[in-house]
T-cell receptor, first 112, second 111 residues
Framework: NAGVMQNPRHLVRRRGQEARLRCSPM?????VYWYRQLPEEGLKFMVY????????ESGMPKERFSAEFPKEGPSILRIQQVVRGDSAAYFC??????????FGSGTRLTVV | AQRVTQPEKLLSVFKGAPVELKCNYS??????LFWYVQYSRQRLQLLLR??SRESIKGFTADLNKGETSFHLKKPFAQEEDSAMYYC?????????????FGQGTILTVHP
């Protein structure tokens, strides 16, 4: 089992472009969580998804950010029209039951 | 809303010395508390959780509901313990499965 796979590891986008971050959960895990780590801060919850459903998106900015976890394929965190303040490390975690988490290595987004 | 506070951003000790990483929380219900560790260039890993009452790599943490604390302790620090440590809380109810993290403490163990 390869663990939680996130790609790309590093992503550079110009202001106004779109960023797509992918997360493949561990085999058998149907719960996916996205967290953001801004510079000098701890990880902040963004969104919790189960297959095809958003369970809790209370940490997601209301505009420009969206997440999905389709029946087939990875979970995608999409940021439209990126701004400098979106520069951060984005971590995905998966769980079989909402208890034991396994984290991915993260995607470091830099907006220039 | 729940909150986790790690008052020390940086903590330095010498090898063999005791180490305590502080964590305080605020939550009105019955929380589940965790410590996560991130070694250099590696992913975040679960170190321990309060409900299992384990000792992992010599680390222990006791949930003190009176003081709302979950401090991480090790009697004799090793150089390989140098890492970033995060305290995290999982609330119940509709927040189930969602972790609230502290800001992290960078532990450096000097030879």
């Amino acid at each position: 089992n390869a663990g939680v796979m996130q790609n790309p590891r590093h992503l550079v986008r110009r202001r106004g472009q779109e960023a797509r971050l992918r997360c493949s959960p561990m085999k058998g895990h149907s719960h996916v969580y996205w967290y953001r780590q801004l510079p000098e801060e701890g990880l902040k919850f963004m969104v919790y998804l189960q297959k095809e459903n958003i369970i809790d998106e209370s940490g997601m900015p209301k505009e420009r950010f969206s997440a999905e976890f389709p029946k087939e394929g990875p979970s995608i965190l999409r940021i439209q029209q990126v701004v400098r303040g979106d520069s951060a490390a984005y971590f995905c975690a998966s769980s079989p039951d909402g208890h034991g988490y396994t984290f991915g290595s993260g995607t470091r987004l830099t907006v220039v | 809303a729940q909150r986790v506070t790690q008052p020390e951003k940086l903590l330095s000790v010498f090898k063999g010395a005791p180490v305590e990483l502080k964590c305080n929380y605020s939550y009105s219900g019955s929380p589940e508390l965790f410590w996560y560790v991130q070694y250099s260039r590696q992913r975040l890993q679960l170190l321990l959780r309060h409900i299992s009452r384990e000792s992992i790599k010599g680390f222990t943490a006791d949930l003190n509901k009176g003081e709302t604390s979950f401090h991480l302790k090790k009697p004799f620090a090793q150089e390989e313990d140098s890492a970033m440590y995060y305290c995290a809380l999982m609330a119940g109810g509709t927040s189930y499965g969602k972790l609230t993290f502290g800001q992290g403490t960078i532990l450096t163990v000097h030879p």
